[in-house]
């Protein structure tokens, strides 16, 4: 395949192509190597693996598109190889170029080309004139060797047979929900599965550096994109140039003690959730839900809708689940936000199937998340233990009411219900990384957390940053998910460490969110978005207008 077929072919030839694993025999045979496990693997097994050679096409609009061959499995280097799509844009003013940045989208599962392509021109003119933009779909996502476990069709079923207040008996079906899950992983992906591990990932950075002709790395990374920069740090501390971690994980309990990081995200997607309906109680004329007691009418309108789901314009159907999985991601926008929830909760009470809430969730959801659960799958080591299993769900649930149940009994799909398919997942787990973490000897790396973050919380960030032997705090303190292009203060401090490697002062903190109106409606200050860096894929999170 040339470098630019993937962007040529048909919307439905690419989905095709994206699915299949496109391997290929390397010329030489590479020797067997002893397995040791991903923390202790032998340096000369990863600098034996050639560095790709990328041949640039145009693919419109002054980007360049190429394709990466890279080893599939890294304990046989010279072996079977995978292809990664990648993409960049050269630097606006080649006089100033200081390099290559690395933009690297959340998930696990969104675009990293499309991440790029749909953000270049909102980014800061500094980044745009100083380096080459450069992304890429990592292993098993997009356009390089997307990973399917379920189709459409199956999804489909999956979700619209969902609840948002499910009964008392509802744990038994999720875990056999989930066992179907996996068995579909193992049928349809199989060969790949055991290889989409952020290890080989963050290998897979280093090789492109190289063929890049970098020196060190110079990368932003949002949400799984910060841990995706947390593993290469851990890996490869010396050849850091700058890092900023935006919407940052604990890597420790992510990796090695899930069950402590999932608790604390469902805390804080409830905790986020609770806080609106707060606002939206105080601000009733602003809100225009709830009649006084906005609580008690989300709690009815779930159950109202999983009685009678709302009939949607594609022919599907729009219940209680539905609203849950909407609100789950469109709440990382932040208070801003905020107004547009309380318009969209209403015209649900009304069953207007206009309402963003009710849209279920599209094949470029599925597209998302099949990889969202398998990455986390081979990522995390979870106990086997299903008595442990079963307090730690039904306790989830218990302690996160507002949205917590639909996401602990629900099918596979985004972090919060990963456990029930993880614990009995049967793939191996060679490409994980277990620590550790501290990056020792690296350049300051720069974290960013949210003091509200309904998605990553921002415990996981001060973990961090305490991780890293060389890492430095930047707070931002405000509701939603990630910093960069909702602060001007964070964007700027994060766009002058990127550059000019200016790392702010321990203690800094930002707090300029743009408020929810109280009476008269305002619109969010000039360069305080960033678009697709917020929202990863528009369309499986929803975009309600320009808030620009």
Same mark, same amino acid.
């Given at each position: 395949?040339?470098?630019? !077929?993937?962007?040529? %072919? ?58 990466? %061959? ?44 499309? =991440?790029?392509?749909? $953000? ?25 060797? +997307? ?42 992906? #199989? ?5 989409? #591990? ?11 550096? +190289?063929?890049?002709?970098? %020196? ?6 949002? /949400? =799984? ?35 402590? &990081? ?58 209680? &689940? ?59 080591? &979870? ?33 919060? +219900? ?12 060679? /490409? ?26 921002? %415990?996981?960030?001060?973990?961090? /940053? ?20 909702? /602060? ?7 766009? $002058?460490?990127?550059?000019? !490697? ?47």
């Amino acid at each position: 395949m040339t470098s630019s !077929l993937w962007l040529d %072919q048909p919307k439905g030839e690419q989905a095709v192509t994206f699915r299949r694993l496109r391997l290929t025999g390397a010329a030489v045979t590479a020797l067997a190597v002893a397995w040791t496990g991903p923390q202790v693997w032998a340096s000369e097994q990863h600098d034996s693996a050639p560095v790709p050679t990328l041949t640039w096409s145009d693919c419109q609009d002054g980007f360049e598109c190429a394709n990466a %061959q890279v080893p599939l499995d890294y304990r046989e280097p010279q072996g079977k190889t995978i292809t990664l799509a990648v993409i960049r844009k050269p630097a606006a003013d080649p006089s100033k170029r200081k390099g290559t940045l690395f933009l690297q989208p959340g998930g696990p599962g969104n675009s990293g080309v499309d =991440f790029v392509r749909g $953000n270049y021109a909102d980014l800061p003119a500094e980044l745009r004139d100083d380096f080459d933009v450069f992304g890429y779909d990592v292993r098993g996502v997009g356009r390089s060797s +997307q990973v399917q476990c379920w189709d459409d069709a199956t999804y489909t079923k999956a979700v619209t047979a969902a609840k948002g207040v499910p009964g008392p008996d509802a744990y038994t079906p999720a875990v056999q929900q989930a066992a179907d899950f996996d068995q579909a992983c193992q049928d349809n992906a #199989g060969d790949l599965l055991p290889y989409v #591990g952020t290890q080989y990932v963050a290998r897979d950075i280093d090789l492109l550096r +190289q063929a890049l002709g970098e %020196q060190q790395l110079t990368y932003y990374g949002r /949400s =799984f994109g910060s841990y995706i920069g947390t593993v290469y740090a851990a890996m490869f501390p010396k050849r850091v140039r700058a890092l900023a971690l935006d919407g940052a994980y604990d890597p420790e309990h992510y990796t090695n003690q899930p069950y402590a &990081y999932d608790r604390p995200q469902y805390l804080a997607l409830d905790g986020a959730m609770g806080r609106f309906l707060d606002w939206c109680k105080a601000n009733q004329s602003t809100c225009g839900f709830g009649d006084g007691d906005p609580r008690g009418a989300f709690e009815k309108l779930k159950a109202d809708l999983d009685a009678n789901p709302v009939p949607t314009a594609n022919g599907g159907q729009a219940n209680g &689940y539905t609203l849950v999985y909407r609100l789950m991601f469109n709440i990382n926008e932040g208070k801003v936000i905020w107004p547009s929830f309380g318009e969209a909760l209403r015209k649900a009470q009304l069953r207007d199937n206009t309402s963003f809430l009710l849209r279920p969730p599209s094949p470029a959801s599925y597209d998302f998340l099949n990889p969202n659960v398998v990455v986390e799958c081979v990522d995390k080591k &979870y106990p086997t233990d299903r008595a442990l299993l079963k307090r730690q769900v039904t306790t989830n649930a218990r302690l996160a009411p507002l949205l917590g149940p639909a996401m602990a009994y629900g099918p596979p799909t985004y972090d919060h +219900q990963h456990a029930t398919a993880c614990v009995q997942w049967k793939g191996e787990h060679t /490409s994980r990384y277990s620590g550790s973490f501290h990056a020792k000897g690296s350049a300051p790396i720069l974290v960013i957390g949210n003091t509200g973050d309904p998605d990553t919380p921002y %415990q996981d960030a001060v973990a961090l /940053s305490r991780e890293l032997d060389n890492g430095r705090l930047l707070t931002f303190k405000a509701e939603g998910h990630t910093a960069f292009g909702r /602060s001007v203060c964070a964007s700027d401090a994060i766009t $002058n460490y990127l550059v000019d !490697l200016k790392v702010p002062a321990r203690g800094t903190s930002c707090a300029d969110e743009t408020q929810p109106p109280s009476a008269e409606p305002t619109v969010a200050p000039p360069g305080t978005t960033l678009t697709e860096l917020r929202n990863g894929v528009s369309e499986r999170i929803d975009r309600i207008g320009s808030l620009r």
